[in-house]
T-cell receptor, first 113, second 117 residues
């Protein structure tokens, strides 16, 4: 089945130690998104790629970076994780950006110790 | 700016009861899209429905139905004969067509639905 895959499902990192979360998709969608979701809150968009074009949200901290080396893969890099970055990170895809539904992966739960 | 309000933070029902989840949205745009997503305890958001602003026709899919009313800026979701597996957080979301606002989803705060056996 076509899907959005996130690895790992659980990630523990130390305060200040860089960490990379990965997302892959078999849907061949043009757009890939990264969301941060903290407990009992709605997902918050960090950034998205339309093909190779990167679109950063105005309030996304510089500590968060992303790479999309090809259509299938997208990475979220947290350069110096703080305790406040502990959250669920959700990757999503959509075939296009014009109001199309987004399909989400299972998420990576990040713990910062 | 756009906004989505889900006034019901938590709802608890007994299995087989009908339950309606409310969603009210705000936007100045005339073209927009509305969505409902389900987030079970496993964490993955599951797409349920998309509706564009020009299509006010209500929709039914099995036990699920949606009532879209532009006059009241509401897009409510009803589950008929609820089941324990319906227990989840449900998010209503709004998306505008690409432009200065891009393609982001504006989510409501979510409604935690608990269906008790």
């Amino acid at each position: 089945d076509a899907m959005v895959i996130q690895n790992p499902r659980y990630q523990v990192t130390q305060f200040g130690k860089p960490v990379t979360l990965s997302c892959s998709q078999t849907l061949n969608h043009n757009v890939m998104y990264w969301y941060q979701q903290k407990s009992s809150q709605a997902p918050k968009l960090l950034f998205h790629y339309y093909d190779k074009d990167f679109n950063n949200e105005a309030d996304t901290p510089d500590n968060f970076q992303s790479r999309r080396p090809n259509t299938s893969f997208c990475f979220l890099d947290i350069r110096s994780p703080g305790l406040g970055d502990a959250a669920m990170y959700l990757c999503a895809t959509s075939i296009n950006s014009a109001g199309y539904e987004q399909y989400f992966g299972p998420g990576t739960r990040l713990t910062v110790t | 700016a756009q906004k989505v309000t889900q006034a019901q933070t938590e709802i608890s029902v007994v299995e087989k009861e009908d339950v309606t989840l409310d969603c009210v949205y705000e936007t100045r745009d005339t073209t927009y899209y509305l969505f409902w997503y389900k987030q079970p305890p496993s964490g993955e958001l599951v797409f349920l429905i998309r509706r564009n602003s020009f299509d006010e026709q209500n929709e039914i899919s099995g036990r699920y139905s949606w009532n879209f009313q532009k006059s009241t800026s509401s897009f409510n979701f009803t589950i008929t004969a609820s089941q324990v597996v319906d227990s989840a957080v449900y998010f209503c979301a709004l998306s505008l067509i690409p432009g200065t606002s891009g393609s982001r989803l504006t989510f409501g705060e979510g409604t935690q639905l608990t269906v008790n056996p």
